[in-house]
């Protein structure tokens, strides 16, 4: 009943109905853009906050009335002196541009760039309450002190090697394991796999003194193996994105291999592997990340020893120190932040898919 | 006769069949092996020590023997009762979980909606521009968000300011708001959720929602009992991975407010009074009762979610597990 009727009143009048649907088509389009564009605005707001600082003087940060974006205060050279310019407001309610050449309380001696033929002359009006002039001017001082002062570098190699180490130890642990989950019948296997996806309730607090007592013990506190270590047996979110990867690709492939006489090992290394690249990927990046942002365990074994700390831990303690620089602060975000989000641009598609497999099918 | 006949062709069948079996269950164990030795080594015993530890009076800087655990039976527990941090500190940590876990939840399905919509421009590049703080590191993101939050320079403020409120919060240094500030750091990193909720928001089949429209249902119902109801078990999953999260947070605190939880014990919250009694204090006995604590409150509130959670979410496939 309800469709005849529709059916009949877009026959009634077809021309009219569609111009109004593409017309509204085109405001529901732009309605919901331009609200994008506003939550993005909001969203990316502590973004170019950083990028923005990072290129600032420290006086900039603070003087009240500055523009957001890296300035300098613009100046104006006269016989080879440079005089800050200012926006001094004239009679007609109109602004005029004027490089200050001598400050007075109650008049200036200033020059007018337009017109420099007419030479030094004095003006009434009060200096401070005219409003300066700033021109764009991105320092770059903030990032090579920052540079020096945290051993960017030094720090940078040991979170690359942190990173890369432990990446490779979880690829290869994380792929026999999800390979035995997925391909072999073993009494208890549900009942493993329920165990293994129940430590991601597991807080680190829960086990972190025990071993710390059991490394130091082993002479491993002060050193990177406690880090790396564990790495190298697995965790339960890579395995689980593995698992659901590897039940997906087709049985009939590793049968034939094994008829061939290959060996689980082999068929592993020749089939599953190859097939199963993306999944492969999306884990190499999240490991990748998951090592480069860890900060409280390598705080913790790595106290005092400020030659192997990674950049999480570096930053951390350079920050603390210099509160009082945001210029300084906001270039070591930078710095720390550049290697994750480039690769993330690079990678956008494996990583999404990744995240997708592990909160979705579940 | 034939019931030799039939021992002389089952019994090989049935050995080469288990030989099989057997070996292909030495190869499974061979390849589980890894996890189950990390299990033991970094996880199961490690838990059991910390209980152990708990009733003992160990301190970090005894030499590690035997003679160094003194049974002290419940005097760190006793002591929880007497701490003057603790009870503060839990309701930091629980109220961080009240604001964030609702906040963790509707911001990222906000956004998700927004990026699934039909009508957006360009859904790609939003997509990926909100996931972009999401791989920025936590120490990254605790700098710039204690710059773009600081009272008098911050963005955030001065776009307070020019919007017309004369008195912004001073967050940070403010007791009342530092905690909140944390929270909308949290939240800032909403790409994993947003991406997961997105998913589920796609796999709604179109029909449901052509029936709804039929039938005369408005948008408003159309979300309330259609969308929700089928993306409960991406809800579900959000809300548990949140929940977990909550009650371990505390690094960007620790980097803002030191190891006091500064403004006045506002960012004290209870993971960072268990590093600073063992890891700063050495009291390693009284430690392992907090760590105790964050894990039964954990294991607690997740078995809370799946005995109330899992009536309310509806799996289309019928499978509970």
């Known amino acids: ?362 | 006769m034939s019931a030799v006949t039939n021992d002389l062709v089952s019994a090989p069948t049935r050995s080469r069949i288990s030989a099989h079996t057997r070996r292909q269950r030495t190869w499974g164990l061979m390849f589980l092996l890894p996890w189950i030795i990390g299990f033991f080594a970094f996880q199961l015993l490690p838990i059991l020590f910390t209980v152990f530890i708990s009733f003992t009076d160990y301190t970090a800087t005894r030499e590690f023997k035997w003679g160094s655990f003194n049974f002290v039976g419940f005097e760190n527990y006793q002591r929880l009762l007497t701490d003057p941090v603790a009870l503060p500190s839990m309701g930091v940590t629980l109220k961080f979980a009240l604001i964030g876990i609702p906040l963790g939840l509707i911001v990222p399905l906000s956004v998700a909606l927004l990026v699934n919509s039909k009508h957006l421009i360009a859904p790609n590049v939003f997509r990926t521009l909100f996931y972009l703080p999401t791989v920025i590191p936590v120490v990254a993101g605790t700098i710039i968000f204690n710059g773009v939050l600081n009272a008098q320079s911050g963005w955030l403020n001065l776009t307070l300011k020019a919007l017309g409120v004369t008195e912004p919060p001073r967050w940070f240094t403010d007791p009342v708001w530092a905690g909140f500030a944390l929270n909308l750091l949290t939240i800032w990193a909403l790409g994993n959720a947003m991406v997961i909720l997105l998913a589920g928001l796609q796999s709604v089949p179109t029909e449901l929602y052509e029936a709804a429209t039929v039938d005369g249902a408005g948008p408003v119902t159309r979300f309330f009992y259609i969308t929700i109801p089928m993306i409960s078990p991406v809800i579900f999953y959000n809300v548990t991975i949140g929940v977990i999260l909550a009650f371990q947070f505390f690094v960007p605190a620790l980097l803002i407010g030191g190891t006091n939880g500064n403004p006045q014990g506002a960012l004290m919250f209870f993971p960072m009074h268990f590093y600073r009694e063992s890891f700063v204090y050495s009291h390693m006995g009284y430690a392992a009762v907090l760590a105790a604590i964050i894990f039964v409150v954990t294991m607690a509130a997740t078995g809370l979610l799946f005995y109330f959670g899992q009536r309310l979410v509806y799996y289309a496939s019928g499978d509970m597990s």
């Not at chain 1, 993005?40 to 500055?66: E, I, M």
């Not at chain 1, 030094?154 to 394991?177: H, P, Y």
Request: net charge positive; charged share 15%.
């Open chain 1, 1 to 362: 009943m309800a469709t005849t009727t529709v059916s009949r009143g877009v026959a009634a009048r077809p021309s009219s109905k569609r111009s109004s649907r593409i017309g509204r088509d085109i405001v529901s389009k732009l309605g919901v853009t331009g609200l994008g564009l506003l939550m993005l605005a909001v969203f990316l707001l502590p973004l170019a906050y950083v990028l923005s600082t990072a290129f600032k003087l420290d006086t900039q940060v603070t003087t009240p009335g500055a523009p957001l974006y890296p300035a300098a205060p613009a100046t104006y050279t006269y016989e080879g002196q440079e005089y800050p310019l200012y926006d001094v407001p004239t009679e007609d309610g109109g602004t005029r541009r004027l490089a200050v050449v001598n400050p007075y309380r109650e008049t200036s001696d200033v020059v007018d760039p337009a017109q420099p033929e007419l030479g030094v002359f004095n003006i009434q009006g009060r200096w401070r309450t005219w409003e300066a002039v700033y021109s764009f001017s991105p320092e770059w001082e903030n990032f090579s002190t920052a540079w020096r002062q945290v051993r960017f570098l030094r720090l940078f190699r040991n979170s690359l090697l942190l990173a890369g180490i432990s990446t490779i130890g979880t690829l290869i642990a994380c792929i026999l394991v999800a390979y035995g989950f997925t391909r072999f019948q073993l009494p208890g296997r549900n009942i493993l796999f329920i165990i293994l996806i129940s430590t991601i309730v597991l807080p680190p607090q829960a086990t972190i003194i025990p071993l710390y007592i059991f490394f130091s013990k082993l002479g491993w506190a002060g050193t990177w193996l406690p880090l790396l270590v564990p790495g190298f047996f697995a965790n339960a979110y890579d395995v689980f994105l593995l698992r659901q990867y590897f039940a997906s690709i087709p049985r009939e492939l590793d049968e034939a291999a094994m008829i061939d006489g290959a060996n689980p090992l082999r068929i592993l290394i020749s089939i599953i592997i190859p097939q199963a690249l993306p999944a492969i990927t999306a884990v190499t990046i999240f490991h990748f990340f998951f090592v480069w942002n860890q900060y409280f365990e390598p705080l913790v074994y790595l106290l005092g020893k400020d030659w192997l700390y990674p950049i999480s831990v570096g930053i951390g303690a350079y920050v603390t120190t210099f509160q009082n620089y945001p210029g300084r602060s906001a270039a070591t975000a930078v710095m720390a932040m550049a290697l994750p989000a480039i690769m993330f641009f690079l990678a956008q598609r494996q990583f999404m898919q990744g995240v997708v497999v592990t909160g979705v099918e579940k």
